[in-house]
């Protein structure tokens, strides 16, 4: 009996193992710092960090996918993924398909370009000015400057940066984090912060299928990871100031 108790009590284990929750997350694994795959082929980066964190805090396993930006929302929707972590900007036009978490960090913009060039953050019309297509910077070029400016929009931030350094463009407006990591590579060699940032009040967040009580959870996972301190210490590894 005693024997039969133990096997019984074991299956149930195993069953419950085999049973936990799985979350898998969508992310771009293009946008360094925030995503990218290594040289080993790695998916690391500061969205990798916290998804992996707040599952932690979720109790729950964690399975990453990597999508192309363009089609990120697409494959929400498609259910390959149940939620995108993927430095997305929290818009009305976005919040028109999918919902999402209360912010995980804060962002602004700022243009980089050639240090000694004629470029003006003040005055951008006729320039030649690059950003990467569907995000915010993008948004702000066209609804501010419109046919003023030869906007030349790029599939990811790496090819937008690839084109400023080959001389192609005068600068890139992009998020003001992701410029101030790609400003201390090798490449940024010779090319600087350009203006002030740009405060357009953008908030980044998770985004989930419409009506997923996900993002509840999720966001209560945020909170729970700032109180904890555990966000404080992925911060760290990549920024030396605060970007909550």
């Known amino acids: 009996m005693k024997r039969l108790i133990a096997s019984v009590l074991a299956a149930v284990v195993i069953s419950g193992a085999a049973q936990a929750e799985t979350l898998r997350i969508g992310t771009e694994g293009a946008y360094p710092p925030f995503n990218q795959i290594d040289k080993e082929g790695n998916l690391i980066g500061f969205d990798v960090d916290i998804a992996k964190a707040l599952c932690v805090a979720m109790k729950v396993e964690c399975k990453f996918v990597t999508q192309d930006w363009d089609g990120i ?145 999720l966001s209560k996972a945020i909170k729970d990871i700032v109180a904890d301190g555990t966000y404080a210490k992925i911060n760290a590894k990549y920024f030396p100031f605060s970007i909550y």
């Open 73 to 217: 929302i697409p494959g929400l929707m498609a259910k390959k993924y149940d939620a995108i972590v993927a430095s997305m900007s929290i818009t009305a036009e976005r919040k028109k398909a999918v919902d999402f978490s209360e912010r995980y960090y804060s962002n602004t913009l700022r243009y980089v370009s050639k240090k000694g060039s004629s470029f003006d953050a003040k005055m951008v019309k006729g320039k030649n000015v690059g950003a990467q297509r569907a995000t915010i910077s993008s948004q702000y070029l066209e609804e501010k400057y419109g046919k003023d400016v030869s906007l030349k929009l790029y599939d990811t931030q790496e090819n937008a940066w690839l084109d400023l350094t080959s001389g192609r463009l005068d600068a890139v407006l992009a998020d003001s984090l992701v410029n101030y990591n790609w400003l201390k590579s090798p490449e940024a060699k010779g090319f600087e912060f350009s203006g002030d940032t740009i405060d357009i009040n953008d908030q980044i967040g998770i985004a989930v299928r419409k009506g997923d009580a996900l993002a509840g959870r």
